[in-house]
């Protein structure tokens, strides 16, 4: 899957460009030559591991930093014994940021061992000016600190690290800037994530991500669209459209457009067999969409929706701008205009003022909605939002309580749901062998649920007709057809 890109142009330059990308292949040109050089030190490629923390948006970028890694030299590593390991971080919740802490320990270890052995943190986490004055005070073996702004620069910093000792840290506060056109190494052959945009403006007053990834951006249609066609021509044929709030996408281009309007050209695109997209935020979920989605064939049956409280007192203190009836109405319009669309979203529960009553709210919009699938999260106060300044923090003891309360119904409604098709024919699209049974396919419905099935890895990747035989609780077992 790598890309066949030319690094010798870039390698007989005397200094590097001012422009972008070409800034960058000049200093993955120089940091071949340096692994290279590696190489013959250690008599073997020098390995790397990127390790991922958190969201889609994280794994893309995982994909941008291992396609950067393989065109330097780099040889793909499996275990954190690798000469180069990367923690491409998350902060959404604090027990993301203790993950990692308590993780880098046993790196150092490593590193004791190997002296060639580079360490980098980058991601959301790093965005935080608290965690980087910790890593500096009680975890200063790390080598190089980048941010989610300036994630492209990463070929330049590399370089750096390969040629000084120092810890690098080059943290950026904001960016308006998006740079296309760098290497990406997919995860998958047949399927593959794409930025349309980055960064977030609803300042939920929970949530740190307008924080860390800053203020949004779209990226231009026509590189969206270029870049899927790309990827099509290569064999992928599912395309997950990734941004923190996809319905508000193109307000900010220089020629606005909608989200359905960009949903409109990428459906053209011939080879292309299934489009998602994540996240929906429910305050923007326009009549278009919901009509572009219903005439689609490419668009898959599915809404990512997240709810977070059924409490129109605690949606309007976490500044989610919609109430619970008028969340509802709306999936009670998604659920007439596409009766065979799922429903999944998110949930917190233990927000600052919550009581047992603004719980029942959400397991009443639970049972309601009937959701497919739903994330349920415990409330983790993120210092520097508003919520966390907000005095009524709830027990842990009530929380759990509740949070125990309402997953009890999420599973039970989503059982039911997914029980509904339980007999029927469906097409699914073979992702793995099975991690269980290796005589098992994994694949995946339009409406996300997966599907285990008898098959082998000549199947990976096609699109199958198959029974859903037995539902299993959020999964069904089936055979092919
Ligand atoms: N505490 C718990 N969950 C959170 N989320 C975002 N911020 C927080 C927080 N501070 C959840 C939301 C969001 C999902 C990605 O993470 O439900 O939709
Ligand atoms: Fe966070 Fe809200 Fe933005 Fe989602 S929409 S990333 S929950 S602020």
Redesign the pocket.
């Known amino acids: 899957m790598s890309q066949n890109i030319e690094l010798e142009k870039f390698d007989k330059m005397e200094e590097a460009p001012n422009s972008e990308p070409d800034r960058q292949y000049y200093f993955i040109a120089k940091a071949k030559k340096l692994t290279e050089e590696l190489e013959k030190q250690l008599q073997r490629k020098p390995t790397y591991c990127v390790t991922t923390f958190g ?1 889609q948006m994280n794994a893309r970028d995982s994909e941008k930093l291992t396609g950067i890694l393989e065109l330097a030299g780099y040889e793909a590593a499996e275990e954190e014994t690798a000469d180069f390991v990367i923690y491409n971080t998350c902060t ?2 604090d027990n993301a940021n203790q993950r990692v802490y308590g993780r880098l320990g046993n790196l150092n270890s490593m590193k004791k061992k190997n002296p060639h052995k580079k360490i980098a943190l980058c991601g959301c986490m790093m965005q935080e000016p608290s965690v980087i004055e910790k890593i500096q005070k009680s975890y200063s073996f790390v080598d190089l600190i980048f941010g989610t702004h300036n994630i492209y620069k990463f070929p330049e910093l590399l370089v750096t690290m390969l040629t000084q000792e120092d810890m690098i840290i080059d943290i950026w506060k904001d960016t308006d800037r998006i740079v296309e056109d760098l290497p990406v190494e997919r995860k998958y052959a047949f399927k593959s994530g794409i930025n349309i945009m980055f960064g977030c403006n609803n300042f ?1 007053s ?4 307008p924080y860390v990834r800053g203020r949004e951006r779209s990226r231009n249609p026509k590189d969206i669209v270029r870049e899927i066609e790309g990827l099509v021509s290569e064999g992928v044929v599912e395309i997950m459209l990734l941004g923190q709030n996809v319905n508000s996408y193109g307000k900010n281009l220089e020629e606005p457009m909608t989200f359905a309007e960009l949903l409109r050209e990428i459906e053209k695109i011939e080879g292309l067999k299934r489009i998602r997209f994540m ?1 929906s935020h429910p305050k923007d979920l326009s009549d278009e969409l919901i009509q572009v989605m219903k005439e689609s064939k490419k668009i898959c049956r599915h809404l990512h929706l ?1 709810l ?1 409280s059924g409490s129109t007192k605690i949606l309007k203190a976490m500044n989610r701008v919609y109430t619970k009836e008028s969340y509802l109405e709306l999936a009670d319009k998604l659920r007439k205009e596409i009766p065979d669309l799922s429903i999944t979203t ?3 529960v233990g927000f600052p003022g919550e009581t047992r009553e603004d719980v029942d709210e959400t397991i009443d919009v639970v049972r309601k909605v009937q959701y497919d699938n739903a ?1 349920t ?6 210092t520097g ?1 508003p ?1 966390a300044a907000m005095e009524n923090q709830v027990s842990e003891e009530e929380v759990k309580e509740n949070f125990d309360r309402l997953l009890k119904v999420v599973q039970e409604t989503a059982r039911e749901r997914v029980k509904l098709l339980e007999g029927q024919a469906a097409e699914a699209l073979v992702e793995e062998i099975n991690e269980q049974d290796g005589t098992f396919v994994t694949g995946r419905l339009s409406n996300n649920t997966l599907v285990h099935f008898k098959g082998e890895a000549s199947l990976i990747g096609k699109l199958v007709p198959v029974r859903l035989k037995e539902c299993k609780g959020f999964y069904y077992l089936g055979e092919m057809i």
């Open positions: 969201c959404v919740r939920c929970y949530c740190i991500v996240t997240p977070q998110d949930i917190i994330f999260f415990i409330y983790s106060k993120r939002t919520a």
